[in-house]
T-cell receptor, first 109, second 116 residues
Framework: RKEVEQDPGPFNVPEGATVAFNCTYSNSASQSFFWYRQDCRKEPKLLMS???SGNEDGRFTAQLNRASQYISLLIRDSKLSDSATYLC??????????FGKGTRLSVIA | ETGVTQTPRHLVMGMTNKKSLKCEQH?????MYWYKQSAKKPLELMFV???????ENNSVPSRFSPECPNSSHLFLHLHTLQPEDSALYLC???????????????FGPGTRLTVL
């Protein structure tokens, strides 16, 4: 089983839609969780950290379920500028971050 | 504006050339990383340096040779590369995992390498 698994997509959604991405991780000792965003031909950038209680940043909501070992990202009212690849990232303490393969989102006018 | 810079941004080289990629971070971090990202493929971790010491080498061919002279600078020396080595090479930095509550990695803009 891969350490971090994501549906690669692509997810093609109209503007204004709500879209959700899920990610599962295999290491139950994982401690920190993140969502990164990578635009085409650019470097990944941190979108948001994921906290146990769930957290929200504007139109973006991240959730963590430790029992089931999955993380989710919800994007409400999608904008054209949200089109990118979203990377699920997990950290197990003393090791480098483990990146998922990413989920590609295309928001269509 | 990222605190991690990489040069050159684009590089075209022949299979017999020797070139070097440079990365510099201005964030006070003490861990640096090299990643490879081929077209439509996920990030592949190549090397990790913690406090200037190499701690990971993910079975990278010896034609890629990293160098970390200090915590702020990281090089990737390239020689006798193959066309399949063409990719985006990304440098990143962070605090050494396990030494800080903040594990975020900051990436440089990458060097897009084409091997002819």
């Amino acid at each position: 089983r891969k350490e971090v698994e994501q549906d690669p997509g692509p997810f093609n959604v109209p503007e204004g839609a709500t879209v959700a991405f899920n990610c599962t991780y295999s290491n139950s000792a994982s401690q920190s969780f993140f969502w990164y965003r990578q635009d085409c031909r650019k470097e990944p950038k941190l979108l948001m950290s994921v906290y146990s209680s769930g957290n929200e940043d504007g139109r973006f909501t991240a959730q963590l379920n430790r029992a089931s070992q999955y993380i989710s990202l919800l994007i409400r009212d999608s904008k054209l500028s949200d089109s990118a690849t979203y990377l699920c990232v997990v950290n197990s303490g003393n090791t480098p971050l483990v990146f998922g393969k990413g989920t590609r989102l295309s928001v269509i006018a | 504006e990222t605190g991690v810079t990489q040069t050159p941004r684009h590089l075209v080289m022949g299979m017999t050339n020797k070139k070097s990629l440079k990365c510099e971070q201005h964030l006070g971090h003490n861990a640096m990383y090299w990643y490879k990202q081929s077209a439509k493929k996920p990030l592949e971790l190549m090397f990790v340096y913690n406090f200037k010491e190499q701690t990971e080498n993910n079975s990278v061919p010896s034609r890629f040779s990293p160098e970390c002279p200090n915590s702020s600078h990281l090089f990737l020396h390239l020689h006798t590369l193959q066309p399949e080595d063409s990719a985006l090479y990304l440098c990143a930095s962070s605090q050494v995992p396990g030494t800080s509550v903040n594990n975020e990695q900051f990436f440089g803009p990458g060097t897009r390498l084409t091997v002819l």
